[in-house]
């Protein structure tokens, strides 16, 4: 089966400009989560949707940060303006339902804010 | 609340050496506990997990990890490892009613191999 799948792989933009990060889950996962990396630092929670409704968005840093999943299948991430401390490394996750299914990661899209 | 503490940032070890990387959890109960692997250009890989039963887990890759309650630990380990191995590696817990989805990560132990 295809992996969780992210893009862009890579991102570099400047300070006040918008982004757009999508996230493609695995086909059936009902659960796709948020998690960002900055530099250094532990990967954060930021947001949980349980097919397109969110369950969990107590991570979401600011305002600035707005995501979708539009008809419970991809999702999006916007960051609109971005800022310095914005950048790091944003991951997206899914799951099946179930407190015991695991979380299947993509690759991730590093942002470079500059 | 949830946290997770890999003391060691960075480790180097020779290819066949035996490895052992630490993590602390703190939680009030029985946590799900994880073990993720990203190698360079990767994405997060799942080693292994633990949710109940025995206490030494097997996971992919040769790896295998251990839960202490009493220690409130949950240490990877590896007989021999290969060079292969070198990537960063992170600890997980998930707790509470969201179980395994929610996770707290450690901050990572960036991991060496010398020939």
């Known amino acids: 089966e295809a992996g969780v799948t992210q893009f862009p792989s890579h991102s570099v933009i400047e300070k006040g400009q918008t982004v757009t990060l999508r996230c493609d889950p695995i086909?059936?996962?009902?659960?796709l989560y948020w998690y960002r990396r900055v530099m250094g630092k532990e990967i954060k929670f930021l947001l949980h949707?349980?097919?397109?409704?969110?369950?969990?968005e107590s991570g979401m840093p600011n305002n600035r940060f707005l995501a979708e999943r539009t008809g419970g299948t991809y999702s999006t991430l916007k960051v609109q303006p971005a800022e310095l401390e914005d950048s790091g490394v944003y991951f997206c996750?899914?799951?099946?339902?179930?407190?015991?299914?695991?979380?299947?990661f993509g690759n991730g899209t590093r942002l470079t804010v500059t | 609340a949830q946290s997770v503490t890999q003391p060691d940032i960075h480790i180097t070890v020779s290819e066949g050496a035996s490895l052992e990387l630490r993590c602390n959890y703190s939680y009030g109960a029985t946590p799900y506990l994880f073990w993720y692997v990203q190698s360079p250009g990767q994405g997060l890989q799942l080693l292994l997990k633990?949710?109940?039963?025995?206490?030494l887990v097997q996971g992919i890759k040769g790896f295998e990890a251990e839960f202490k309650r009493s220690q409130s630990s949950f240490n990877l380990r590896k007989p021999s490892v290969h060079w292969s191995d070198a990537a960063e590696y992170f600890c997980a817990v998930g707790a509470g009613q969201t179980g395994a989805n929610n996770l707290f990560f450690g901050t990572g132990t960036r991991l060496t191999v010398i020939p």
């Open positions: 996750a899914s799951s099946l339902t179930g407190r015991n299914s695991p979380l299947h």
């Open positions: 949707f349980v097919k397109e409704s969110k369950q969990d």
């Open positions: 633990y949710f109940s039963g025995d206490t």
């Open positions: 086909s059936g996962h009902d659960n």
